[in-house]
C-alpha cells in the first residue's frame, strides 16, 4: 500500500490512468464555479449553528476542498489535524473571487469500528505517554457494532478530560480549554458530536465547515446512489475486483479486498451497522440474522434512508453526489485505495476529484531537539530504542572493559579466520564446511553477546541515556511508530492554548514533501 503512496506523489506513469489528476493539476487548472446543491448548503449552514460556531452562509456557487476522519477520541491523533489543515490551506490557495472553495470536513459519524477511536494517547509531563480509553457498556445505551454517530456519552468522559488536564504541561490556558471540552461534551449527542464540537471550536477562525452524513439532507441526498447500488448490487463490487487485479499486475497490494457477493453498503438493524450480501435474489445481514428482497430493500431506503451508508468504496461516490468537490485531502492509506474507485465514479456518472495529499508533520520542542541532535536520532519515523542507546552507549567511549573487549576483538577475529581457513577452504568436504561456517556462526554469536553485554554494564551510565531516549522515543516514536499517528493534539493544547492552530496554519505548506516540523 505504501508503494502505491510513493508512486503517486512521485507521479509516476504506472499509476497515473488510476486517477482523474494527479495533485499538481489542481494548481494549473482554472476552476469554474458550480451550484452547491441549495438543501445541502442549507444543511452544512445550520449544523455550523448547531456546533456553536459563527461562519458566513455559503456561496451559492462554490466548489469545496474536503477531508474527513473517524470521530476519535479528543480529536484524534494528530494527523487528523494536518488533513484538516492542508484542507484549508488548499482552498484558500485556489479560490477566486468569482470562484470560491471551502474547505470542509466530513465526519465519519456513520463508522462503526469503535475500538479503532474510543481512545486517545497523551505525552504527560513527565514525558511518557499516557492512553484514555472511553469504555461505556449496555447500561449506557453501547451496542457493539454502532456507529459512532450514535454512541452515548457518559461521566467517564468528564473524568478523562480532568486527567487529560491534570497529566499534560499546562498554563493559563488549561483551566479554559478543559471548561470548553466539558461544555461541548454536555451539548454533545453522541461521540461523533463531541468530536465535531472538538473540530469546529479548533478551527473556528478558519472558513472551515464541519458535516456529519447522518444529517436529514444528506441520507436524503445520497438515496439515489444508494438505490442505483440497490438495483444492482453486485456490479460495483465486480468493477472494484477487477480494479484491483490490475494494481496487483503492476506491483501493488489491494487495498480494498471482496469477495463476489459482499455489497458496498450498511444497512442499520437493531442500532448495530449490518455488512450487506446479496445471494440467491436477496440482500443477508448475517449480523441480524436478517434478509429482504430488493423490492423490499428498496421500499425501506424510501421509508427510511437515515439507516443506509456507503462503506468505504461507495462513502467517495455519496460524497461527490452530496457536494461540487474539487479536491478530496486523502493520508497515506487513503491515496492506494482510492485508486481502486474510478470505475465506481464512472459508474455511477459522479466526477472523480483530484486526490491530494495531505502533509505530513512532526511537533517538537527545544530540549528534544537537543536531545535527538546529541544522540542523532532520526525522528522523522519510528526508531529503534535499543540501537540508538546501543550506538549512544558506544560513543560514549567511558566504558573501559568494554574499550579492552573492542581493542581484543580485532586480533581475536583475525586469529579466528585464520584458524577456520582450512576447513574454509576449496575441495573441502561439504560436510566439514558446514561445521566450520556454524562453528563461525555461533563463535561471532557469543563474541557480540558478550561485548553488548560489557557495553551495558555501566548501569549508571545506561539508566541516565536510556531515560533520555526513553523521553525522546515516546515523544517521537511514540509506541514504536509515527507521532502523528499516535499522539492527541491536547498533548500540546492545554499549555499552548487555541492559537497553537493559527501558528500551525502559519508554518505548514500544502505543497511541501516529506516531514514538516514545528517547533513549540
Known sequence: MNSLYHAYISGEDRVADLYEALPASLFRDRHSPAPFPPAMAEQVNRYQQQLGVEKTDLPPQCRVIITGQQAGLFGGPLYTVYKTITA???????????????????????????????????????????????TPSPADGYVKGMPAGEIPLTGQLNKLIDQAAAVTPSSECTEEIRDFLIRALGESASVAEWFSRIQARLFAHTALRLFDPRLPAARRTAAAILEQEIEAPLESTALLMRQGDILESRGFGRPIRRTETMCNFFLEIEKIRCTMF?????????????????????????????????????????????????AYVAGPGEIAYWAQLKPLFNLFDQPMPIVYPRMKGLITTLKNNKLRKRFSADTTQPFDLNQVLTRALEQEHANRYHNAFQKGRISLDDAFAHFLAPFLAPGTPAA???????????????????????????????????????????????????????????????EQGWSLIDRMLDVFSPDKTGVQEFEL
Open 432 to 494: 566439514v564446511q558446514q561445521l566450520a561456517q556454524r562453528f563461525q556462526k555461533n563463535q561471532q554469536f557469543y563474541f557480540d553477546r558478550f561485548g553488548k553485554a560489557l557495553l551495558f554494564s555501566d548501569q549508571e551510565k545506561r539508566k541516565t541515556l536510556e531515560n533520555q531516549l526513553t523521553r525522546l522515543h515516546c515523544f517521537f516514536s511514540p509506541n514504536g511508530k509515527e507521532q502523528e499517528r499516535v499522539l492527541s493534539l491536547f498533548s500540546f493544547l492545554f
Open 278 to 326: 446479496y445471494e440467491n435474489g436477496r440482500f443477508h445481514a448475517p449480523e441480524a440474522e436478517r434478509s429482504f428482497s430488493k423490492p423490499e430493500m428498496k421500499a425501506l431506503l424510501a421509508a427510511r434512508p437515515e439507516l443506509f451508508s456507503g462503506n468505504v468504496a461507495l462513502r467517495p461516490i455519496i460524497q461527490q453526489a452530496l457536494f461540487p468537490v474539487l
Open 88 to 134: 484549508i490551506q488548499l482552498a484558500e490557495r485556489v479560490s477566486r473571487p468569482d470562484a470560491p472553495v471551502i474547505p470542509l470536513f466530513w465526519t465519519a459519524s456513520d463508522d462503526h469500528d469503535f475500538e479503532e477511536i474510543n481512545h486517545a494517547t497523551l505525552v504527560t509531563r513527565r514525558h511518557d505517554l499516557l492512553t484514555l480509553r472511553y
